[in-house]
């Protein structure tokens, strides 16, 4: 008798939370459970467990567009075909970080920097860190015309650096990642030169310190600043600490 009526309890409660549920519009599910997903790909597997709107709330390509990759390997060396499909569904969609992997390997080592450089440029509009820093060092090296608009990337993200990796953080990370991949230099496009001097005149402080210059020390012009960091990531991506020949 007792546990007929515990059974009744937890029927009842599955039948609320489930009436619940129903009662909310499937476009405000589907926004919730992107949030879930943007933060931990675990906690919107458990979510599509708990109750049927979820589930079918979980499939909308709207949650791909938004859901962390972060556990899934930069370079997929060895990936099953379920998660590799997964990732291509991820990049369809319109994932930023999806997109800036695919950007990174296409432009640095797979010999396509055309579209690998879109692929960065379409993360960075959708507010990708490392897309942006990226993006804005690619665009400071072809200097002329794009020039401007490197730097104003790469401004942004030291305007943005509380809602968003440092640039420090987005250097590393960048670093880390070429690290993994091979390089090949010798394709014309894939690694871009080093800026030449703006030719502006300006009062800022020149740099003593030829190393990288942290956020807090910038008491320079950007175009100062951005040419020095756009120099010594040169520098660094033509090392042979970076897999390259």
């Given at each position: 008798?007792?546990?007929?009526?515990?059974n009744?309890?937890?029927?009842?409660r599955k039948?609320?939370?489930?009436?619940?549920?129903?009662g909310i519009?499937?476009?405000?599910l589907?926004?919730?459970?992107?949030?879930?997903?943007?933060?931990?790909f675990?906690?919107l597997f458990?979510?599509?467990l708990?109750?049927?709107e979820?589930?079918?709330?979980?499939?909308?390509?709207y949650i791909l567009?938004?859901i962390?990759?972060e556990?899934f390997p930069?370079?997929?060396w060895?990936i099953?075909?379920?998660?590799?499909?997964?990732l291509d569904r991820?990049?369809?969609n319109?994932?930023?970080?999806?997109l800036f992997?695919q950007?990174?390997?296409?432009?640095f080592?797979?010999k396509?920097?055309e579209?690998?450089?879109q692929?960065?440029?379409?993360a960075?509009?959708k507010?990708?860190?490392?897309a942006?820093y990226?993006?804005?060092?690619i665009?400071?090296?072809?200097?002329?015309q794009?020039?401007?608009e490197?730097?104003?990337?790469?401004?942004s993200l030291?305007?943005?650096?509380s809602?968003?990796?440092?640039?420090?953080?987005?250097r590393n990370?960048i670093?880390?990642?070429?690290?993994?991949m091979?390089?090949?230099?010798?394709?014309?496009?894939i690694?871009p030169?080093?800026?030449?001097?703006?030719?502006r005149t300006?009062?800022?402080?020149?740099?003593?310190n030829?190393?990288?210059?942290e956020e807090?020390?910038?008491?320079?012009c950007d175009?100062c600043a951005w040419?020095?960091?756009?120099t010594?990531?040169?520098k660094i991506?033509r090392?042979r600490?970076f897999g390259?020949s």
């Amino acid at each position: 008798m007792v546990n007929r009526k515990k059974n009744m309890k937890r029927g009842r409660r599955k039948t609320c939370s489930h009436e619940f549920f129903k009662g909310i519009p499937k476009d405000l599910l589907t926004e919730v459970l992107a949030r879930v997903a943007s933060t931990s790909f675990s906690d919107l597997f458990t979510a599509k467990l708990s109750c049927k709107e979820f589930l079918e709330a979980a499939s909308e390509n709207y949650i791909l567009e938004h859901i962390t990759i972060e556990k899934f390997p930069v370079i997929p060396w060895r990936i099953s075909h379920g998660a590799s499909s997964f990732l291509d569904r991820c990049k369809e969609n319109g994932n930023p970080e999806a997109l800036f992997r695919q950007g990174m390997v296409e432009f640095f080592s797979s010999k396509k920097p055309e579209s690998g450089f879109q692929h960065l440029k379409n993360a960075a509009i959708k507010g990708h860190a490392e897309a942006k820093y990226i993006c804005g060092i690619i665009l400071v090296c072809h200097g002329g015309q794009f020039k401007q608009e490197g730097i104003e990337l790469l401004s942004s993200l030291k305007n943005c650096r509380s809602r968003h990796r440092s640039i420090k953080e987005c250097r590393n990370r960048i670093k880390g990642i070429l690290q993994s991949m091979w390089i090949d230099k010798s394709e014309a496009g894939i690694v871009p030169e080093e800026p030449k001097n703006h030719g502006r005149t300006c009062n800022c402080n020149k740099f003593t310190n030829r190393g990288w210059i942290e956020e807090e020390e910038y008491t320079t012009c950007d175009y100062c600043a951005w040419d020095h960091e756009a120099t010594l990531f040169c520098k660094i991506l033509r090392a042979r600490g970076f897999g390259i020949s």
